[in-house]
């Protein structure tokens, strides 16, 4: 007495086709519950589901979701497992028109994907599953990709205007093959309610593909940044993605790169300025995208505790609060938290619990992202982040060297026989390696002294009166340099180099470029000559690009000249259309949805629909979105009364002309 014992229930359910089929997959199904309870139901989960969104075009649509999936980590498996994306389409919300690919016995067990994305880690093909576990999957396995690399957006194309499409995107884990942990993905859930609505979650949508209103003009793509003295050579492009999320706002594109980015990049347990190799040799590592127009938001006060902004990494600096009656508050009166994105009082009383306050501020809607095209930082760099609605995508130098197209004498006449390349060798006891500093040069000759070169006693290196200095463009700094003019000619001859030596951020001399001349022709130089060096060089902090986009605008000439292109689809409407929906989950009798489509409108069209006795029978209005040119017809009239089979006409009227027209309705 007084005991208590817990028991678990479970209902085990079978399907495949048969009363014979569904037993042996009831008793399957058993075995797998049995497992469940035998593990105390922990068992390693799917990755994080990704945030998907879509965007309707004309006979395409567009998906693009987030990478929050790719830091999920396994609870029980201890270890980051995210293996790829699988993108579903189908036009049942229950994507059971994909839902064939079977096991063994004929039973379907997975959804057929219509792309998928892995990660280029040498994990590919079918997992292979040992034969315990191979017989419970009733010899079905999980294909873990082609090693393809991970992209974010995908374009469909092969879809109609007017008919309705659900897509999920799920990611997957690669398991375990020696702990017999086979892959797992998201779930991919859209609800139908009994009024016929649809209910999408996290990693779901649902599309109607059309044609924009009449005379569109999409926001300008593929645009070129400028900037007005970067040091990196590389170009920075911005692309659309999702027209309708563009803002219209000014960005700020800016780099962050080895030299000052507090990281240990090459694993020599030394950092910045402390690391030669990243401080002389800066290569790019993150970018980040600072709204520079900024959002104004109110917030209700917590006195002292954190308010959450519905964004993160504010620009602190630009942080401006005021009271209900527009005044400000002092900066001395709140603390604000930029990198998560939340502010609250400093003492009690500054902000007043349950008061609401205005805020505004810039933030960083990319915040040191390492996804650039080529990077060696990041595993996975085939596209950028996607934010309001753009992408940046980066031709950045990664390599450097010597612009041949670029290097040039001051005299046009002297060619450019002359090779910039890295020293590798022993002087003296030390065992020197030279770095490619991406920077600019310039040797400037003289008619007399006007340096010397580097002494060096351990090298046995004086110092050595020359007619000629090295100018450090980039850095805006002469440098040291060891000149070797082997023949004793005192002219740049083709025996001779030059070898670079520049100071870390401690002032201590290093070995970077070294120079000599190719080819047998001895150069005479004095007043006035000047070589010009140039290299290739990757972004780096300081350089930044400064761009705005653009909204997406309709012409009105355009337009005008458009009207012939409106059409209603279909017509004749014979009985029924493909594109019609079946009838919601409540309603048991009747047909389902019927419908017929004017497509190719102008903006704010009014639609009015007559009989051939120029009866009224429905007003429909086209609204001011101007990324979905249609307006669909239910067949109904204004009394909600299902209208006759015959001809009807109908007017369209718009700001920019009148298109009338006729329909015909057959039973």
């Given at each position: 007495a007084g005991?208590?014992?817990r028991f ?8 495949g ?10 008793l399957?199904?058993?075995?797998t ?5 035998d ?13 998907l ?8 649509v ?5 990478r929050?999936?790719?830091?999920s980590f396994d609870?029980v498996l201890?270890e ?6 699988k ?7 229950n994507?059971?028109?994909v ?17 998928q994305f892995?990660?280029k880690?040498?994990?590919k093909g ?16 999980f294909?873990l990709g082609d ?5 974010h ?10 008919k309705r499409y ?12 020696g ?5 797992k993905?998201n779930d ?16 779901t949508?649902?599309?109607?593909p059309?044609a924009e ?5 999409p926001?300008?793509?593929s645009?070129?940044?400028?900037s007005?003295?970067?040091?990196g050579?590389?170009?920075v492009?911005?692309?659309?993605v999702?027209?309708?999320a ?10 962050w790169?080895?030299?000052n980015?507090?990281i ?24 980040s995208?600072?709204d520079?127009t ?6 209700i006060?917590?006195?002292t ?6 964004h993160?990494?504010?620009a ?5 609060v ?6 400000t ?10 990198s998560?994105?939340k502010?609250?009082?400093?003492a009690s ?12 501020y810039?933030?960083y ?9 080529g990077?060696?930082f990041?595993a ?12 940046l995508?980066?031709?950045?130098r990664?390599?450097v060297k010597?612009?041949n ?5 001051s005299?046009?006449n002297?060619?450019?026989?002359l090779n910039?390349y890295l020293?590798q ?10 770095l490619?500093?991406?920077s ?7 008619d007399?002294?006007v ?7 351990r090298w046995?290196?004086?110092g ?5 200095r090295v100018?450090?463009?980039?850095d805006q700094?002469y ?10 000619d ?5 025996a001779d180099e030059i ?5 870390d951020?401690h002032?201590?001399?290093?070995l970077?470029?070294?120079l000599?001349v ?23 902090r300081g ?7 653009q909204?997406?605008?309709v012409?009105q000439?355009?337009a ?5 292109r409106?059409?209603v689809?279909?017509?004749p ?6 594109h019609?929906l079946?009838?919601p989950?409540a309603?048991?009798?009747g047909?389902?949805?019927r419908k017929?489509d ?17 009866e ?9 979105n101007?990324?979905d ?7 109904k009239?204004k ?6 089979a ?7 009227d ?5 298109k009338?027209?006729k329909?015909?309705i057959?039973?």
């Amino acid at each position: 007495a007084g005991e208590t014992q817990r028991f678990s229930l479970a209902l085990v359910y079978g399907e495949g086709g048969g009363p014979q089929v569904d037993t042996i997959d009831l008793l399957r199904n058993r075995e797998t519950v049995q497992k469940i309870y035998d593990s105390d139901y922990r068992f390693p989960p799917a990755p994080l589901k990704p945030t998907l969104k879509a965007v309707a075009g004309d006979r395409q649509v567009t998906l693009y979701w987030d990478r929050r999936a790719e830091s999920s980590f396994d609870p029980v498996l201890k270890e980051y497992d995210f293996e790829g994306y699988k993108i579903y389409k189908a036009t049942d919300q229950n994507f059971n028109d994909v839902f064939s690919i079977t096991d063994a016995s004929g039973t379907p067990i997975y959804y057929k994907p219509l792309a998928q994305f892995d990660l280029k880690n040498d994990r590919k093909g079918y997992f292979r599953a040992q034969q315990d576990l191979f017989q419970q999957s009733r010899g079905a396995s999980f294909y873990l990709g082609d090693d393809t690399g991970l992209q974010h957006s995908f374009v469909d194309r092969d879809v109609e205007n007017g008919k309705r499409y659900f897509y999920a995107v799920v990611a997957y884990d690669r398991g375990n093959e020696g702990s017999d942990i086979f892959p797992k993905e998201n779930d991919k859930r859209i609800d139908l309610l009994p009024s016929g609505e649809v209910n999408v979650f996290q990693n779901t949508v649902v599309v109607i593909p059309n044609a924009e209103v009449a005379g569109f003009a999409p926001p300008p793509n593929s645009v070129k940044l400028e900037s007005p003295s970067p040091v990196g050579t590389g170009n920075v492009y911005y692309t659309v993605v999702d027209h309708s999320a563009v803002k219209g706002h000014t960005y700020q594109v800016e780099f962050w790169d080895t030299s000052n980015d507090g990281i240990d990049n090459d694993g020599s347990k030394k950092t910045d300025a402390e690391d030669i190799n990243e401080w002389l040799v800066p290569v790019t590592t993150s970018y980040s995208v600072l709204d520079v127009t900024g959002v104004t938001e109110s917030f209700i006060a917590r006195d002292t505790v954190f308010v959450r902004l519905p964004h993160q990494h504010v620009a602190a600096a630009t942080v401006v609060v005021s009271d209900q009656n527009g005044q400000t508050i002092p900066a001395g009166k709140y603390i604000v938290d930029a990198s998560a994105g939340k502010i609250r009082g400093v003492a009690s009383g500054d902000l007043r619990y349950g008061d609401r306050f205005t805020i505004r501020y810039q933030y960083y809607p990319v915040y040191k992202s390492m996804h650039i095209l080529g990077s060696p930082f990041a595993a996975e760099t085939k596209d950028s982040d996607i934010f309001d609605g753009v992408q940046l995508s980066f031709d950045n130098r990664w390599a450097v060297k010597l612009d041949n197209q670029r290097s040039r004498w001051s005299d046009v006449n002297k060619a450019l026989a002359l090779n910039l390349y890295l020293y590798q060798g022993v002087i003296g006891s030390d065992n020197l390696k030279g770095l490619a500093k991406p920077s600019d040069y310039r040797i400037e000759f003289a008619d007399t002294v006007v340096d010397t070169t580097l002494q060096v006693a351990r090298w046995g290196l004086i110092g050595v009166p020359v007619k000629f200095r090295v100018w450090n463009s980039t850095d805006q700094r002469y440098i040291d340099f060891v000149f070797l003019d082997l023949n004793a000619d005192d002219q740049l001859s083709p025996a001779d180099e030059i070898y670079f030596f520049e100071p870390d951020a401690h002032g201590a001399v290093t070995l970077t470029w070294s120079l000599n001349v190719i080819g047998e022709k001895n150069y005479t130089y004095g007043k006035g000559d000047t070589l010009f060096l140039y290299t290739s060089k990757p972004f780096r902090r300081g350089d930044g690009y400064t761009f705005q986009t653009q909204l997406a605008s309709v012409d009105q000439a355009v337009a005008a000249a458009d009207l012939d292109r409106i059409k209603v689809v279909p017509n004749p409407y014979v009985s029924a259309t493909a594109h019609e929906l079946p009838l919601p989950p409540a309603i048991t009798s009747g047909r389902g949805e019927r419908k017929i489509d004017f497509i190719h409108l102008p903006a704010h069209a009014e639609i009015r629909i007559f009989t051939t006795r120029g009866e009224h029978v429905v007003t429909l209005q086209h609204d001011d979105n101007p990324f979905d040119g249609s307006v669909s017809w239910n067949l109904k009239t204004k009394e909600n009364l299902d209208v006759a089979a015959g001809i009807y006409f109908y007017v369209i009227d718009s700001s920019v002309g009148q298109k009338k027209g006729k329909i015909a309705i057959i039973k």
